[in-house]
Antibody
Framework: EVQLVQSGAEVKKPGESLRISCKGS????????ISWVRQMPGKGLEWMGR????????NYSPSFQGHVTISADKSISTAYLQWSSLKASDTAMYYC???????????WGQGTLVTVSS | EIVLTQSPGTLSLSPGERATLSCRAS???????LAWYQQKPGQAPRLLIY???SRATGIPDRFSGSGSGTDFTLTISRLEPEDFAVYYC?????????FGQGTRLEIK
């Protein structure tokens, strides 16, 4: 069974750093891209960027380029999304999703809620 | 960047009725790389349709997708109580991948 399991909810202060994770299982982790999607409270879905775990090639949305870093450790089938300096506006639910060229985002993680507040 | 505009914003229907949701792209979506997702409160999105018209694994056949180029449609033939949710279209053929703003399907 394909599963993407994300790390737990986080509460941080502005200016702090953070890394959240997404662990894949039940499939060949290096055969599929992993994308990250933001959903701000009460809002829609926004694609942030993706990584090819086989070679760590990344592709970011211009809206998120330079604000976050996507990485992966294929040895433990885990992708990461990280911030070096959080802002209150980063408060959102973050989803990882398995992506293929043909089918789009076919499996999703359960989401990680990030709350940034002083 | 391809902008996707969904209509209507909210659709109020009763169980058993037919739902038609629209997604219009600001430019042609390459190779019909257009998907539809369903999201219920407190849950992650779920893939319904990919490639504009192919149903994802386990999706009931009351869900169907159609369209090409810049105009796409998701049709739910006979609404079941569990179908009331928010629906998003997405293009994944060019970068950045983009989502529509969503259509809320509510019980009338």
């Amino acid at each position: 069974e394909v599963q993407l399991v994300q790390s737990g909810a986080e509460v941080k202060k502005p200016g702090e750093s953070l890394r959240i994770s997404c662990k894949g299982s039940g499939y060949s982790f290096t055969s599929y891209w992993i994308s990250w999607v933001r959903q701000m409270p009460g809002k829609g879905l926004e694609w942030m960027g993706r990584i090819d775990p086989s070679d760590s090639y990344t592709n970011y949305s211009p809206s998120f380029q330079g604000h976050v870093t996507i990485s992966a450790d294929k040895s433990i089938s885990t992708a990461y999304l990280q911030w070096s300096s959080l802002k209150a506006s980063d408060t959102a639910m973050y989803y990882c999703a398995r992506q293929t060229v043909v089918t789009g985002f076919d499996y999703w993680g359960q989401g990680t809620l990030v709350t940034v507040s002083s | 960047e391809i902008v996707l505009t969904q209509s209507p914003g909210t659709l109020s229907l009763s169980p058993g009725e037919r739902a038609t949701l629209s997604c219009r792209a600001s430019q042609s979506v390459s190779s019909s790389y257009l998907a539809w997702y369903q999201q219920k409160p407190g849950q992650a999105p779920r893939l319904l349709i990919y490639g504009a018209s192919s149903r994802a694994t386990g999706i009931p056949d009351r869900f169907s997708g159609s369209g090409s180029g810049t105009d796409f449609t998701l049709t739910i033939s006979r609404l079941e109580p569990e179908d009331f949710a928010v629906y998003y279209c997405q293009q994944y053929g060019s970068s950045p991948n983009t989502f529509g703003q969503g259509t809320r399907l509510e019980i009338k």
